[in-house]
């Protein structure tokens, strides 16, 4: 059924996206930070759903560590003229799915936060994206078949400082992919998610006191993205209601969006 390679994916959203992914016998290259827990997923997931698990240790706000990535997404770029060959046993698959999942949320606001834990963050979240998907897109480009998700987030219609502009820096990066890669075999899409019950928000800092009616499934949140991805649609918001709330907040007069800004409302 294909490779495909998550970042963040030692937990949260992308841990979900793993499972579902390995119970559809994908192959899988996990990516994140703590190897340890990278190890432990992997050997789940292949005695349980029986899958080919890489596993990928890379501290994506490094250049080193994106460049790793980068590398492993550029395995089997054809140049013109090229047949697509099955690779041989024991040799790395092409990447077919890119999931960019990895990020979080900063404890404090920007002037509190310290400017190095910033330039991190917006490395994870936007730089990592840029780059692994021109990766992704050029090797899925030459063998005409392929998909990019990225996990931006409902708040990238807000104003809760720079997790907001990072995610709306990924969302509208993803349209303008989209339109790029038109009839060409490969899909972009953007994963829109409210508030969802992860460790995402226990790692923030994030108040648990949001009501029942506010929170998402996390695998409801990652099958309805496999599901548009598999479609080629662009957007998804995986709820009805976090739908409307996307539309009323891209109708609303910025200064009454930015009066909401303060909550800190900043995670998915």
């Given at each position: 059924?294909?490779?495909?390679?998550?970042?963040?994916?030692?937990?949260?959203?992308?841990?979900?996206?793993?499972?579902?992914?390995?119970?559809?016998?994908?192959?899988?290259v996990l990516v994140a930070r703590n190897q340890e827990r990278l190890d432990v997923l992997a050997e789940h997931l292949r005695q349980v759903a029986g899958v080919g698990v890489e596993v990928l240790p890379a501290d994506l706000s490094k250049a080193g560590g994106r460049a790793a990535v980068v590398e492993r997404l550029q395995v089997g770029a054809l140049r013109d003229g090229e047949v697509p060959v099955r690779p041989a046993p024991g040799e790395p698959a092409p990447i077919g799915l890119l999931v960019n999942n990895a990020g979080y949320a900063l404890h404090h606001s920007f002037v509190a936060d310290p400017v190095d834990d910033e330039v991190d963050a917006l490395n994870v979240m936007v730089t990592a994206v840029l780059e692994l998907s021109h990766?992704?897109?050029?090797?899925?480009?030459?063998?005409?078949?392929?998909?990019?998700?990225?996990?931006?987030?409902?708040?990238?219609?807000?104003?809760?400082?720079?997790?907001?502009?990072?995610?709306?820096?990924?969302?509208?990066?993803?349209?303008?992919?989209?339109?790029?890669?038109?009839?060409?075999?490969?899909?972009?899409?953007?994963?829109?998610?409210?508030?969802?019950?992860?460790?995402?928000?226990?790692?923030?800092?994030?108040?648990?006191?949001?009501?029942?009616?506010?929170?998402l499934r996390a695998d409801t949140v990652v099958a309805s993205a496999l599901d548009a991805a598999r479609r080629g649609q662009t957007l998804v918001t995986p709820s009805l209601r976090y739908g409307a709330a996307s539309g009323l907040l891209r109708l609303a007069p910025r200064w009454l969006v930015r009066a909401f800004g303060h909550t800190g409302a900043r995670g998915d």
């Open positions: 059924m294909g490779t495909a390679l998550i970042t963040g994916a030692s937990s949260g959203l992308g841990a979900e996206f793993a499972w579902q992914l390995a119970t559809a016998k994908h192959d899988l990766a992704a897109a050029t090797q899925m480009i030459s063998r005409g078949r392929g998909s990019i998700l990225n996990v931006s987030s409902v708040a990238s219609y807000m104003a809760a400082s720079t997790y907001s502009a990072h995610k709306a820096w990924v969302r509208v990066f993803t349209e303008g992919l989209a339109v790029e890669l038109r009839d060409t075999g490969v899909s972009a899409t953007a994963l829109l998610p409210g508030l969802t019950r992860t460790e995402f928000h226990e790692r923030a800092g994030i108040d648990d006191d949001f009501p029942g009616i506010a929170w």
